[in-house]
Every structure is written in structure tokens, then in C-alpha cells.
T-cell receptor
């Protein structure tokens, strides 16, 4: 299958700081990337949908000013958690797909801990 | 979010048995359906995709889709302990929404 690389795999940051997570499609061009958050023993919750060259579409209840998403190229999307707080600690996962109605492939995930 | 429903389980089956996982979805216009497997602490990995009514087989896995009933299922034949994981149903409503997942335990 296609390869999606996500970095970092884990990060610990202080409350109030910002953290950037990168998601790259290594062997295909992704017109769409998705960002999810997963709390322990819960399912993946879609945060936003990112299309190359346009603004991300955020799900209801997700603060777009807090979770900044940039999809500058067909192979790279970034999620920046701004002014992180302990309640933002979670497992963040990106996925990418070539086009509509095709499979989405997942990055390895980033475990964020805010202290 | 659009609704994708799964029984959370756990579903326990003996090694070698058939495991049957079910999923229902709310939006009739959905065209694409996927099954992912997620091990604890890891990100999901794609098992199968299905786009047309009927069955689709890939090795020990068979996906079944019934758009009229808004129902998609996954059968795992000859279940192995290594199949123990959480199985996530995903439906493409022009975005990828997941069900809550069904935890499968395959007992040796």
C-alpha cells in the first residue's frame, strides 16, 4: 500500500507552547488529507479535512484557530496545535488519499503529551 | 458527523472460527466503504475497500455491502490470535468517518 509518514511519533511539550506535526505522502500525491484525534479507548474523531491549496474544513466543535492546518503541497500537510493545554494531550493521526472514493492511508500517529 | 455504527464488542471467537463484524451507516449517498484494523497504540491499517453491492474476497477476508440496507460487514475466516485487534468501519461521506470500532479477541 501507499506510504504516509508522520512526524514526530511522540512529543512532550509545556503548556502554552505550540507543536507542529507533519504528514507526508511518500509515494503518491494526496489531493486530500484528514486529521484525526483519538483519546484512549475511543474511536478516531475527524478534526478537519485538508485539500491541497485551499483552506481546511473543520468539523463542528474543532477550533480552527487552535488547530492550524496547512496543506501547501500534494505531499505535505501540517497540523499545529497552538497554545497547547493538558487536555490537548491525545493521539493525533493523519491520513491521505489520492482522490475521492479511494482508500485513505494512515501515518503512524503522533502521541502528544502536554505537561 | 455522519453516523457510522458498530457494535463495540468485545467479540470473542476461538482460533480457526469465522469472525463476523458488522457496520451500519446513515447516509444513502455514500459510495465507498472501508475496513481498517487497529492494534492498540498504533494507527489504523487498511484491510479492504468495497464500492459495489455484494461480496468482495481477499484471502481470509470477505467484505459484504448492501446499500439498500445501509449495511457493510467483514468476515474473517480461519481466525488467528494475530487477528485480535479493533476493527474500524469507515464510510466516505466525502470525508472519512469512522465507527467506534469492534474489538475482536481470537482465543488460541
Amino acid at each position: 500500500g501507499a506510504v504516509v509518514s508522520q512526524h514526530p511519533s511522540w512529543v512532550i511539550c509545556k503548556s502554552g507552547t505550540s507543536v507542529k506535526i507533519e504528514c507526508r505522502s511518500l509515494d503518491f500525491q494526496a489531493t486530500t488529507m484528514f486529521w484525526y484525534r483519538q483519546f484512549p479507548k475511543q474511536s478516531l474523531m475527524l478534526m478537519a479535512t485538508s485539500n491541497e491549496g485551499s483552506k481546511a474544513t473543520y468539523e463542528q466543535g474543532v477550533e480552527k484557530d487552535k488547530f492550524l492546518i496547512n496543506h501547501a503541497s500534494l505531499t505535505l500537510s501540517t497540523l499545529t496545535v497552538t497554545s497547547a493545554h493538558p487536555e490537548d494531550s491525545s493521539f493525533y493521526i493523519c491520513s491521505a488519499r489520492v482522490d475521492r472514493n479511494t482508500e485513505a492511508f494512515f501515518g503512524q500517529g503522533t502521541r502528544l503529551t502536554v505537561v | 458527523q455522519k453516523e457510522v455504527e458498530q457494535n463495540s464488542g468485545p467479540l470473542s471467537v476461538p482460533e480457526g472460527a469465522i469472525a463476523s463484524l458488522n457496520c451500519t451507516y446513515s447516509d444513502r449517498v455514500s459510495q465507498s466503504f472501508f475496513w481498517y484494523r487497529q492494534y492498540s497504540g498504533k494507527s489504523p491499517e487498511l484491510i479492504m475497500s468495497i464500492y459495489s453491492n455484494g461480496d468482495k474476497e481477499d484471502g481470509r477476508f470477505t467484505a459484504q455491502l448492501n446499500k439498500a440496507s445501509q449495511y457493510v460487514s467483514l468476515l474473517i475466516r480461519d481466525s488467528q490470535p494475530s487477528d485480535s485487534a479493533t476493527y474500524l468501519c469507515a464510510v466516505d461521506f466525502n470525508k472519512f468517518y469512522f465507527g467506534s470500532g469492534t474489538k475482536l479477541n481470537v482465543k488460541p
